[in-house]
C-alpha cells in the first residue's frame, strides 16, 4: 500500500484510472456485511414471533402439541428451517491424537467461509486482470484496499461486547472462529498485494531503490508478519503451550498491527484503522464499566451476611479430588441466564490473568439473601487451572478456609431459548455438565412458563469423581420435575472404571428402544429419594445461603481425597439414575426422545470436539432420515452447541 511508484504520486488506490473502483468495492463490502446484519436481525424477529405464538397456545391449552407450525408462514418457514440445519449440522472429525486439532469446521461454517471468500476473490479480481502496463500495479492496489477494508470486521468479531452478536443474537465466543478466519483471509490478500508490487520492483531491477525511498514498505511488511505470527500462534497445539501467553501477546499483537497498518497506508484509506480503533475502544470501555459495575460496592451491605467487600468479592475455594475445583463466589447482585459465563481473575493465584468459566447455577431465586452465590467448577489442565487446584489442595491441608477476594467481569454470552420445545436432550462430558445442569434447573424451575414435557439428560465421564458434584443435584431435580409435571430422564456413563467389584448396571441402549425402560430413571418412578449424600457436591448451587442468610463456610464442604481415586460415584449403586459404564450409543440416545415426542426437540451438547461431532451428524442424519417439515409430520429436530476448549 505505497503512496508513490516509480515516481509518479498515487493514493492508495493506484492511478486515477482505477482509483475510484477500489474505494467504491471497499465501500460494497461493507454494505453487504450491513445487508447480512439485516437478514440476521430479520430472521431474529420472525424467530421471536414464532416463539410467542408457541406460549400463547401452550398458555391457551387450545392444542395438544403447540410447539408445531399453526399456520403456512410458520410451516414454510419450519421447512426453510430444517433444510438450513440439515445442511450446517455436520462435521468431519480427525480421530487423531496428534491431528485432531485439524478437524475442520462444521458443514454451515464451510459454507459460509467459501460465500465470504467468493466475495472476496471476485472483489480481488474484478476488472483488474488486464495485460497492459498497470496489471501488476493494479492487482497490488486492488488487493491493498481489499485487505485494508476486512480489518473493521476482524475487531469487530474480536469484540467481547459484541455489537455484531448483539444484532445477531449470538455471543462472542459464537463468532471467534469467524474472527480467525478473516484473519487469515487478510493473511492471504495482503501477500498478494505484496508480492504483485515486490515482483514488479524485480523486473525493473528496482527492489533495493524502492525499499530505501519509500520508508512506508517497512511498516507494510511488519504488518504483514504481525498477522503471520497471529495465524501460527493461534494454532491449537501452539496455543495450548501456554494459554496465558498467547491471551497477552496476542493483545499486544493486536495494537502493533493497527499502529503498522497506520503508518503504512494513505491518508484516504485511514478510515478503516479509526474504524478498528472505535471498535477496540468501545469493547474495552464496556468490559471496564462492568468491572467497575461488579466489583465496587460504594456502599456494601455487611448487616446480612460476610462477603460485603467494597472492593471485589469473597470466594471461597475448594477442592474436589484430584481434577475438579469448586468456587463459590459471594455477594453477587448481578443477572445472569443459565448457561452464561464470566471471566474469573484471582489476584493472589494469577495477577495477571483472567479465565472464562461457565457459571454452574441457574439464575437466584427470589427468597435468595442479599449474600446470592454463584457458583463455578473448574477443572485441572494446566497454568492457572493447575495452580488453583493446587492451592485449594495446601488450603485444605493446612487448615484454612480457602477464602480469596476475586474479580468478575460479565456475564457473556447468549444460551439458547428451550422454552418454546416440547422436549428438550442436554447431553455434556465431565465438566460440560456446568452448562448443561443449569440449563436443566433453569426449565424445571420455570415449568409453569414454558412448553416442555419432556427432559433427557447424559452426563458421560471418564471418572466418577468427575460426576460427585452433580449426582445430588440431578436427584433434586428429579424430584422437581416430578412435582411440575415434566417428564426427566437422566443417565450417567462412567467410560473408565478401574474396579472389578463394582455391582454391575445397566447399560444405555445401543439400539432403537420402544417406550421407556425399567432400568431408566425417570421424574416418574415411584421408588422413593435417596438419603446417600454424594460426597462431592456442595450444598446450595442457586441458593447458597438460605436460610436466613447462613454464611457459606457453615455448610457442609465435600471431603478433600487429592490421593484415591473412586472410579464411580457414591450414587453408582443407587436405582435413582440410570448409570452405565460403557459409552452410550449417542444416536440411539438421541432418537428414543425425537421419536417418542409429537412436537419439536432440541439438542444441547457440551464437550469436546470428538463428542460434538459425533452428536452434530446424529441430529443432521437423524433429520434427514425423517424429513422432518417436509410433509412426513415429522417435527423439526434444532442443536446448540457449546464446545469447550482452549
Known amino acids: 500500500m505505497e503512496r508513490r511508484h516509480e515516481g509518479h504520486h498515487m493514493s492508495m488506490g493506484g492511478p486515477d484510472s482505477f482509483q475510484t473502483t477500489n474505494m467504491g468495492l471497499a465501500q460494497d463490502f461493507w454494505y453487504i456485511i450491513v445487508a447480512v446484519l439485516g437478514f440476521l436481525a430479520l430472521c431474529r424477529l420472525v424467530n421471536l414471533y414464532k416463539a410467542r405464538s408457541r406460549l400463547q397456545k401452550r398458555f391457551a391449552n387450545?392444542?395438544?402439541?403447540?410447539?408445531?407450525p399453526s399456520n403456512q408462514f410458520l410451516e414454510i418457514w419450519a421447512t426453510l428451517t430444517a433444510l438450513i440445519r440439515e445442511s450446517s449440522y455436520p462435521?468431519?472429525?480427525?480421530?487423531?491424537?496428534?491431528?485432531?486439532?485439524?478437524?475442520?469446521?462444521?458443514?454451515?461454517?464451510?459454507?459460509?467461509?467459501?460465500?465470504?471468500?467468493?466475495?472476496?476473490?471476485?472483489?480481488?479480481?474484478?476488472?483488474?486482470?488486464?495485460?497492459?502496463?498497470?496489471?501488476?500495479?493494479?492487482?497490488?492496489?486492488?488487493?491493498?484496499?481489499?485487505?485494508?477494508?476486512?480489518?473493521?470486521?476482524?475487531?469487530?468479531?474480536?469484540?467481547?461486547?459484541?455489537?455484531?452478536?448483539?444484532?445477531?443474537?449470538?455471543?462472542?465466543?459464537?463468532?471467534?472462529?469467524?474472527?480467525?478466519?478473516?484473519?487469515?483471509?487478510?493473511?492471504?490478500?495482503?501477500?498478494?498485494?505484496?508480492?504483485?508490487?515486490?515482483?514488479?520492483?524485480?523486473?525493473?531491477?528496482?527492489?533495493?531503490?524502492?525499499?530505501?525511498?519509500?520508508?512506508?514498505?517497512?511498516?507494510?511488511?511488519?504488518?504483514?508478519?504481525?498477522?503471520?505470527?497471529?495465524?501460527?500462534?493461534?494454532?491449537?497445539?501452539?496455543?495450548?503451550l501456554g494459554y496465558e501467553f498467547f491471551v497477552l501477546q496476542h493483545l499486544v499483537s493486536a495494537i502493533l498491527f493497527i499502529w503498522l497498518v497506520y503508518r503504512h497506508i494513505p491518508v484516504e484509506a485511514r478510515w478503516n484503522v479509526w474504524f478498528s480503533i472505535g471498535a477496540l475502544c468501545f469493547d474495552r470501555a464496556c468490559r471496564s464499566v462492568l468491572l467497575v459495575w461488579q466489583n465496587v460496592k460504594f456502599r456494601p451491605n455487611r448487616s446480612k451476611c460476610k462477603g460485603g467487600q467494597r472492593i471485589g468479592h469473597l470466594a471461597q475455594i475448594r477442592a474436589v479430588g484430584d481434577s475438579i475445583t469448586v468456587i463459590n463466589i459471594k455477594d453477587v447482585h448481578f443477572k445472569?441466564?443459565?448457561?452464561?459465563?464470566?471471566?474469573?481473575?484471582?489476584?493472589?493465584?494469577?495477577?495477571?490473568?483472567?479465565?472464562?468459566?461457565?457459571?454452574?447455577?441457574?439464575?437466584?431465586?427470589?427468597?435468595?439473601?442479599i449474600c446470592n452465590s454463584i457458583q463455578l467448577v473448574v477443572r485441572k489442565h494446566g497454568g492457572f487451572s493447575k495452580r488453583l487446584h493446587g492451592r485449594a489442595v495446601k488450603d485444605h491441608a493446612e487448615g484454612r478456609k480457602g477464602n480469596y477476594t476475586v474479580f468478575v467481569s460479565g456475564p457473556y454470552g447468549m444460551p439458547p431459548r428451550l422454552d418454546i420445545y416440547e422436549t428438550v436432550i442436554l447431553i455434556s462430558a465431565s465438566t460440560g455438565a456446568s452448562f448443561t445442569l443449569p440449563i436443566l434447573e433453569d426449565l424445571v424451575a420455570n415449568a409453569s412458563t414454558n412448553c416442555i414435557k419432556r427432559i433427557d439428560f447424559l452426563l458421560t465421564t471418564k471418572q466418577g469423581e468427575e460426576i460427585d458434584f452433580y449426582v445430588k443435584r440431578l436427584?433434586?431435580?428429579?424430584?422437581?420435575?416430578?412435582?411440575?409435571?415434566?417428564?426427566?430422564?437422566?443417565?450417567?456413563?462412567?467410560?473408565?472404571?478401574?474396579?472389578?467389584?463394582?455391582?454391575?448396571?445397566?447399560?444405555?441402549?445401543?439400539?432403537?428402544?420402544?417406550?421407556?425402560?425399567?432400568?431408566?430413571?425417570?421424574?416418574?418412578?415411584?421408588?422413593?429419594?435417596?438419603?446417600?449424600?454424594s460426597g462431592g457436591q456442595e450444598k446450595g448451587s442457586h441458593n447458597n445461603n438460605t436460610g436466613g442468610g447462613r454464611d457459606m463456610e457453615d455448610k457442609t464442604l465435600p471431603s478433600l481425597t487429592p490421593h484415591r481415586?473412586?472410579?464411580?460415584?457414591?450414587?453408582?449403586?443407587?436405582s435413582h439414575v440410570h448409570h452405565s459404564t460403557t459409552r452410550p450409543d449417542i444416536a440411539a440416545f438421541i432418537r428414543a426422545p425425537v421419536e417418542a415426542t409429537g412436537g419439536e426437540t432440541k439438542v444441547v451438547v457440551c464437550g469436546g470436539?470428538?463428542?460434538?461431532?459425533?452428536?452434530?451428524?446424529?441430529?443432521?442424519?437423524?433429520?434427514?432420515?425423517?424429513?422432518?417439515?417436509?410433509?412426513?409430520?415429522?417435527?423439526?429436530?434444532?442443536?446448540?452447541?457449546?464446545?469447550?476448549?482452549?
Open 609 to 646: 470436539p470428538s463428542l460434538v461431532a459425533k452428536v452434530r451428524n446424529c441430529v443432521a442424519g437423524l433429520a434427514d432420515e425423517r424429513a422432518v417439515h417436509k410433509g412426513t409430520g415429522a417435527q423439526g429436530i434444532g442443536l446448540f452447541v457449546e464446545e469447550y476448549s482452549f
Open 91 to 240: 462435521q468431519l472429525y480427525v480421530p487423531s491424537t496428534w491431528f485432531s486439532w485439524m478437524t475442520p469446521p462444521p458443514l454451515g461454517r464451510v459454507i459460509t467461509l467459501l460465500v465470504y471468500w467468493a466475495i472476496i476473490i471476485s472483489m480481488m479480481t474484478a476488472n483488474a486482470i488486464k495485460k497492459d502496463a498497470f496489471f501488476w500495479e493494479r492487482i497490488g492496489f486492488r488487493n491493498a484496499w481489499v485487505t485494508v477494508m476486512q480489518m473493521p470486521l476482524l475487531y469487530l468479531l474480536a469484540s467481547k461486547c459484541s455489537i455484531i452478536g448483539l444484532i445477531a443474537g449470538t455471543g462472542h465466543e459464537r463468532l471467534n472462529w469467524l474472527h480467525r478466519w478473516v484473519g487469515r483471509t487478510m493473511f492471504v490478500t495482503g501477500a498478494v498485494h505484496g508480492w504483485h508490487f515486490f515482483v514488479e520492483w524485480q523486473r525493473a531491477d528496482m527492489v533495493d531503490y524502492q525499499m530505501n525511498m519509500m520508508g512506508t514498505v517497512k511498516y507494510g511488511f511488519g504488518a504483514w508478519a504481525v498477522l503471520g505470527w497471529s495465524l501460527i500462534s493461534g494454532f491449537a497445539p501452539l496455543r495450548r
Open 336 to 369: 445472569w441466564k443459565a448457561g452464561q459465563h464470566l471471566y474469573l481473575w484471582v489476584p493472589a493465584i494469577g495477577p495477571m490473568e483472567a479465565h472464562p468459566y461457565t457459571i454452574a447455577c441457574a439464575h437466584q431465586l427470589p427468597e435468595t439473601c
Open 475 to 533: 436427584h433434586e431435580f428429579l424430584d422437581r420435575a416430578k412435582e411440575v409435571g415434566i417428564e426427566l430422564l437422566v443417565h450417567i456413563a462412567t467410560t473408565r472404571s478401574s474396579s472389578p467389584s463394582l455391582p454391575p448396571t445397566s447399560i444405555l441402549p445401543t439400539t432403537r428402544t420402544e417406550g421407556k425402560s425399567s432400568s431408566r430413571s425417570s421424574s416418574s418412578d415411584k421408588s422413593p429419594n435417596p438419603t446417600h449424600n
Open 565 to 574: 481415586r473412586r472410579p464411580l460415584s457414591d450414587g453408582s449403586a443407587d
Open 62 to 68: 387450545s392444542v395438544q402439541y403447540p410447539t408445531k
